[in-house]
């Protein structure tokens, strides 16, 4: 019996959630695969666990303070699902919608990489944007060692390896959980599962985009910082808040993993805040 621990965090979208969790409950899972639900519901308004229950009633619900974020609370449920004895976990966003044969395909591909290349892998799922048609997360392969630049990749047919991964689809192996951890507690909301791929890399285990689209997901992030016509103080709460540029956060990743790119980002994270206008302009 494989057993997979299905990981995630909820806050005020009930609805999304719900749309989640069904296409989960629809899964065409291989016989002798199980599947436990373990979700973090970081005190939200909208009855979001009753919701749960109602889909999962056997799901293993815990219950945040507000404050988590996506990282934090993704830690929360990841901390309590390793008191199981899971062979894999899958990180899964709740504003995501996942094909039918999501988790079956994750698998394969997963047995696949192990048996061609002899190393454990975290597998990615590319998810589609329902309006543009596109990408909207998944893999990506850095073009330079030296600075955050990257590519996406993604293929139809093939599995393809990349570098930077979102955890939007991601499928874990204990035995790589059991060698790197699990997401950095340095990390409130984004940047860590960034951080958690590029570690997984160093510590020589491999990180692969399943092949063709495993669900949707709208990128409903838009631009990364704020126009210059709004307030200098709301500029600068942007800059440091976690849903926003995360100041220290985002430095520290760089200086873990990009060193010699760290003047370019301080710089740019402030240009971004003080000058938008000239931003707007130079990162063209």
């Known amino acids: 019996m494989t057993k997979i621990a299905v990981l995630l965090t909820t806050f005020n979208r009930k609805d999304k959630t719900i749309t989640c969790l069904q296409s989960l409950k629809v899964q065409k899972l291989p016989a002798d695969v199980h599947i436990d639900i373990y979700l973090t519901d970081d005190a939200s308004a909208d009855d979001t666990v009753d919701a749960v229950k109602g889909i999962f009633p056997d799901s293993y619900i815990l219950h945040g303070t507000g404050q988590l974020f996506w990282a934090g609370g993704m830690r929360n449920s990841w901390n309590e699902a390793r008191k199981g004895n899971y062979d894999y976990y899958l990180l899964l966003n709740d504003d995501t919608t996942l094909i039918d044969n999501a988790v079956a395909n994750l698998l394969a591909c997963s047995k696949e990489v192990l048996a061609q290349k002899q190393t454990h892998c975290v597998c990615i799922g590319s998810t589609q944007d329902v309006f543009t048609g596109g990408i909207s997360y998944g893999g990506k392969k850095l073009t330079s060692r030296y600075y955050l630049k990257s590519a996406l990749v993604y293929d139809n047919d093939d599995y393809q390896k990349c570098d930077l991964g979102n955890a939007n689809i991601m499928l874990v192996p204990d035995v790589i959980v059991k060698s790197v951890g699990i997401l950095s507690d340095h ?8 951080d958690y ?8 285990f491999e990180v692969i985009v399943a092949p063709a689209v495993l669900g949707y997901c709208t990128d409903d992030h838009g631009k990364s910082w704020k126009s210059q016509t709004s307030r200098l103080s709301d500029r600068i709460k942007y800059l440091k808040s976690p849903k926003g540029l995360a100041y220290k956060e985002y430095l520290l990743f760089i200086k873990t993993h990009f060193p010699l790119y760290y003047p370019f980002a301080f710089t740019k994270l402030w240009m971004k805040t003080l000058l938008p206008v000239l931003w707007q302009v130079f990162k063209k």
């Open 197 to 204: 791929t590029l570690k997984v890399k160093k510590a020589g």
């Open 187 to 194: 990390y409130t909301h984004g940047i860590a599962d960034y």
